[in-house]
């Protein structure tokens, strides 16, 4: 109960005790290089014992079969999910029904968040080649002909598509950002696999050339601006989780070494050199986790929300950063060989800081909100 006297709440503090274990259990470092190498990248029976333990229904309402909690509860479990590089759509999926939540018309929602709560997986389908965090920056189109829409287009770094039956997709319609709901069977023969920088994850470009979909596949008319700048901060809350986690791991990755190593005669966590960056890790990373709960417990709150969750990701992007770049220098040559667990982080924290806006780009967004 000492945590709930640090501004967690009861559900949060339940939810990072079975995390905690959890993800440590069905996530070993030697399972994760595995999953690494496999063609599907996670484990489906440990997808199926999350959505049993009704993790993928956590920030559903209770109306769609969901548990009715909010993002501030999904945030321990994507927490611990970083810490143990769990490969998993969880953060995918949960996007996606937040996608449709705050912009789902009423049948799509009826449809999808119940399956998405019993463990379906969805995704978004958001970025393009221009690389622009910003979202309504869309170059994908669709063409209204009768009662269809005619798609052309590509976008890139569609998390877990693969194994999606619903992706979130962002196109503009008549000069606005609009979004779709395109299922797995509309998408088929239309992934393409890339290759990015964090290999506990899959990443697919989605080709719309030629696509036609009915009208009804559209999210809520008029609103997609609104529902895409959600998405973001939603995005970018969940990315802080995971970062903290990452750097958790990281950090005790580092520590663990230091503590058993030895050059001339002396275990090199006694040199200065060594414990004060390490120090240095360890107090950043204490900062950004609190950034992370107060964001969480924030989340959604007029002004202050978004101001939370961009101090979130910024302070975890540059602890997750330093804390990787940090074990890989003090692991000597080894630590540049892919061996190396720190490697691991150090990919995952780049990749991390590429998706819905890097620290700089977080602080340049801070700087308009507090400055005007």
């Known amino acids: 109960m000492q945590m709930a006297g640090l501004g967690y709440s009861e559900e949060q503090i339940e939810l990072l005790d079975v995390a905690t274990t959890f993800c440590r259990d069905k996530s070993p470092i030697d399972k994760v290089r595995k999953l690494m190498d496999s063609d599907l990248g996670y484990d489906a029976e440990v997808w199926a014992e999350m959505a049993a333990l009704g993790w993928t229904a956590i920030a559903i309402p209770e109306a769609y079969s969901g548990v009715g909690l909010t993002l501030a509860e999904v945030v321990p479990v994507v927490e611990q999910m970083g810490r143990h590089l769990m490969a998993s759509p969880f953060t995918a999926s949960t996007l996606a029904a937040q996608a449709l939540i705050a ?27 221009h690389g622009d965090w910003d979202l309504t920056n869309i170059t994908a189109t669709a063409r209204s002909d009768g009662g269809k829409l005619h798609l052309s287009g590509e976008k890139l770094f569609s998390l877990w598509a693969e194994s999606a039956e619903c992706i979130i997709v962002s196109v503009m319609l008549d000069g606005k950002p609009a979004l779709l709901l395109l299922t797995g069977a509309q998408v088929a023969g239309r992934l393409r696999r890339e290759a990015i920088i ?86 950043d990373y204490e900062k950004a986790r609190s950034h992370l709960y107060s964001a969480a417990n924030s989340f959604g709150d007029q002004g202050m929300g978004e101001i939370a969750v961009r101090m979130a990701k910024a302070a975890a992007d540059g602890v997750y950063s330093f804390a990787a770049d940090r074990a890989i220098q003090f692991h000597g040559g080894f630590g540049f060989t892919h061996d190396c667990d720190a490697g691991l982080h150090r990919r995952a924290a780049i990749f991390q800081a590429s998706q819905f806006g890097d620290a700089a780009w977080q602080r340049a967004k801070l700087s308009h909100l507090l400055l005007g």
Not at 112 to 118: D, S, T
Not at 123 to 128: F, G, I, M, P, S
Not at 248 to 274: M, N
């Open 198 to 283: 964090d290999e506990t994850k899959r990443s697919f470009a989605l080709s719309l050339d030629g696509l036609e979909v009915e009208k009804s596949a559209l999210l809520e008319v008029g609103i997609a601006a609104q529902t895409l700048a959600h998405i973001e901060l939603a995005a970018t809350l969940l990315q802080s989780a995971e970062m903290c986690g990452g750097s958790q791991s990281v950090i005790d990755y580092t520590i663990s070494y230091l503590q058993t190593r030895k050059q001339f005669g002396k275990i090199i966590g006694e040199y200065q050199a060594l414990k004060h960056p390490t120090v240095d890790a360890y107090v």
């Open 103 to 129: 912009g789902g018309t009423e049948a799509q929602k009826a449809e999808w968040l119940p399956k998405i709560a019993e463990g379906t997986v969805a995704t978004l389908a958001l970025y393009e080649a």
